[in-house]
């Protein structure tokens, strides 16, 4: 006697598994890629966030250091009080 057991449907269940885990490593890969990527894309955006801060206190600090002398040299009063000693009243 012979008994036939008909496979076909536990092989394509097999396959089906085998893509399904493929597919998982997959997703897994480029969310690790991505995740590669993008940390060091924010990290240079909120750099070139804070140096543009920077910037701007920079560049008000250099007005406020230049108003006094700018005053000074155009013969008029700084807000302190003080002329320039170099002209005449």
């Known amino acids: 006697m012979v008994t036939f057991v008909d496979i076909t449907v536990g092989r394509r269940i097999e396959t089906e598994l085998r893509q399904t885990e493929k597919m998982a490593a997959l997703g897994?890969?480029?969310a690790g890629l991505a995740h590669e990527l993008n940390n060091p894309a924010a990290a240079a955006g909120r750099a070139s966030g804070l140096l543009g801060e920077a910037l701007v206190?920079?560049?008000?600090a250099n007005v406020a250091l230049a108003a006094?002398?700018?005053?000074?040299?155009?013969?008029?009063?700084?807000p302190s009080g003080m002329r320039d000693c170099g002209r005449a009243p």
């Open 57 to 60: 206190q920079l560049q008000a």
């Open 28 to 30: 897994k890969l480029s």
């Open 68 to 78: 006094p002398a700018l005053m000074m040299a155009s013969g008029r009063r700084s």
